[in-house]
């Protein structure tokens, strides 16, 4: 069971690398850390494999000793630092307070009984499974970053609403114009097919990448169908980015926090039907007007109101 879980986890946190290097950054902030922050991806990718190779581990019978001693040191750390993370911001840490307490009961447990749990093949055949195991897995974490994640359990996934996410707390999406206007309604309520570049912020986004979606946006103006960017920085930063990057389309404002939860690439474009997710793409896999047009079946629903 503690195997599995580890396993599991790791999947999960390689599925979302971003993700999970997010919220590593909330916590290095939490904790005065910075200096740890432009390293959060990297961590979060050691962190997945380390987790899945020692649950691997474990389900092997491979150095069981070591591998139960490492699992307990960990998880008691990470109980002691979600302790410490209550009592700093007064956040409910209770369920995975539990969770990390069982597990550390379970990890000791195994620890003292640790010369009862037998390996499952010989030493090279252990080797050869664990080694393979790790090379396969490693795959994930890569993926997810360089393209998103193979599957998206977040509130903005493709199929969903984006009205749905409206007073959900940190998820609420809002968006405004470069005046201040709330353009919300206006965008949510267009009826057919708009497109959303996401820049989660101008200063650390690839912007040759935002430069290479100016033709495509170009490409999907001229079919009469709105293109937006959409990003977090206030409106003078967004002016001399569109003019840097020479974005001709309109920009919009939005909260960070929602802008990271939207799309797992910096910047990223997500496709609406109406305010219905149809499909996101990462900077490195820009799709062409032909691909979307016979796949999709893009269509206009006249010009849109933002300027």
């Keep these: 069971m503690v195997g599995s879980y580890l396993i599991i986890i790791g999947l999960v946190n390689a599925n979302d690398l971003v993700g999970y290097a997010f919220r590593l950054e909330g916590y290095f902030v939490k904790l005065d850390l910075d200096i740890l922050v432009s390293t959060s991806v990297l961590q979060a990718g050691i962190f ?31 109980l002691i630092f979600i302790i410490f993370l209550s009592n700093q911001n007064g956040e409910n840490i209770w369920d995975n307070f539990f969770v990390q ?99 989660e912020d101008i200063k650390t986004c690839n912007s040759n990448a935002v430069s290479n979606f100016n033709q495509l946006a170009s490409e999907v103006e001229k079919l009469g169908i709105p293109f937006y960017g959409i990003a977090s920085n206030n409106s003078s930063e967004i002016e001399d980015f569109r003019h840097e990057v020479q974005a001709a389309y309109p920009f919009l404002r939005a909260d960070r926090d929602v802008l990271k939860s939207m799309i797992r690439s910096n910047p990223g474009l997500i496709l609406l039907d109406g305010s219905t997710i149809v499909a996101k793409w990462h900077f490195n896999s820009i799709p062409k007007i032909n691909a979307l047009q016979s796949e999709f079946k893009i269509r206009s629903g006249g010009p849109s109101i933002i300027q």
């Design 101 to 199: 307490l069982i597990l550390l009961i379970l990890s000791l447990y195994q620890l003292m009984n640790w010369n009862k749990i037998k390996p499952l093949f010989s030493p090279i055949k252990q080797k050869v499974i664990l080694t393979t195991f790790v090379l396969i897995v490693a795959v994930i974490p890569i993926y997810s970053y360089s393209f998103l994640p193979i599957i998206d359990f977040g509130n903005y996934r493709v199929g969903m609403d984006i009205k749905d996410t409206i007073g959900m707390q940190n998820r609420n999406f809002n968006c405004f114009d470069m005046d201040g206007n709330n353009s919300t309604k206006e965008v949510l309520d267009y009826r057919e097919n708009q497109f959303f570049l996401v820049v």
């Design 48 to 78: 997945s494999l380390v987790t899945m190779g020692l649950g691997a581990m474990l389900l092997l019978g491979q150095k069981v000793r070591l591998t139960l001693l490492l699992i307990s040191l960990f998880d008691l750390f990470h």
